[in-house]
Nanobody, 120 residues
Framework: VQLVESGGGLVQPGGSLRLSCAVS????????MGWYRQAPGKQHELVAA???????SYADSVKGRFTISRDNANNTLYLQMNNLKPEDTAVYFC???????????????WGQGTRVTVSS
């Protein structure tokens, strides 16, 4: 399965972006999908997870602002980001995940991601 992220860019604080992740295979078969981000000098952080059964979870830092969704018919994972803040600045990655002991873990190598910069 190949994952290609797009939709990043420069946005002012309070603005919105929608990230897309094109999945080369059949996304219906991917049980756990998520969006991670990596800010400069920091480790990857899981910000949103979506299961094939419709269970969704978010990091506390993005709750109420970000929405993850999947379009199985078009094999695309989305992340709608509203009310963006400077601290949301990072490279964002979509990822196929596994769940072990109630924790999500990335299953693949990191791709190129899509850069989001929130600045006035």
């Amino acid at each position: 399965v190949q994952l290609v992220e797009s939709g990043g860019g420069l946005v002012q604080p309070g603005g919105s972006l929608r990230l897309s992740c094109a999945v080369s295979g059949n996304m219906f078969d991917l049980t756990y999908m998520g969006w991670y981000r990596q800010a400069p000098g920091k480790q990857h952080e899981l910000v949103a997870a979506n299961t094939a059964s419709g269970i969704i979870s978010y990091a506390d830092s993005v709750k109420g602002r970000f929405t993850i969704s999947r379009d199985n018919a078009n094999n695309t994972l989305y992340l709608q980001m509203n009310n963006l803040k400077p601290e949301d600045t990072a490279v964002y990655f979509c990822m196929e995940m596994r769940r072990i002991n109630s924790e999500y873990q990335p299953l693949q190598s990191w791709g190129q991601g899509t850069r989001v910069t929130v600045s006035s």
